[in-house]
Nanobody
């Protein structure tokens, strides 16, 4: 059974940093591209970043995210990461990891990030 389990969210002050993790199981993690998404309250889910199977290339869905977000992976630990720096209130959202295998989407349950003073 494919499982994606996110963790690392919480309440953070503006300007702070956070590392989100997504532990994968039930499939060959290193064979598949991985993604981070987020959904802010009252908004649609949006893509944040993607990383290739080997981790040699990362893509960010806009330049602002590219400045503050870092996606990475450790294939020896079957774990995907998202480091977020200089957190802003507008980063408040539930963050999800996702993969797609053979046309089927798999999502984690999400981890909630709240940025507030």
């Amino acid at each position: 059974e494919v499982q994606l389990v996110e963790s690392g969210g919480g309440l953070v002050q503006p300007g702070g940093s956070l590392r989100l993790s997504c532990v994968a199981s039930g499939f060959s993690f290193s064979d598949w591209r991985m993604f981070w998404y987020r959904q802010a309250p009252g908004k649609e889910r949006e893509q944040v970043a993607a990383i290739t199977e080997s981790g040699d290339r990362a893509d960010y869905w806009d330049s602002e995210k590219a400045r503050r977000f870092v996606i990475s992976r450790d294939n020896t630990k079957n774990t995907l990461y998202l480091d977020i720096n200089n957190l802003k209130p507008e980063d408040t959202a539930v963050y999800y990891c996702r993969t797609q295998m053979r046309g089927v989407d798999y999502w984690g349950q999400g981890t909630e990030v709240t940025v507030s003073s």
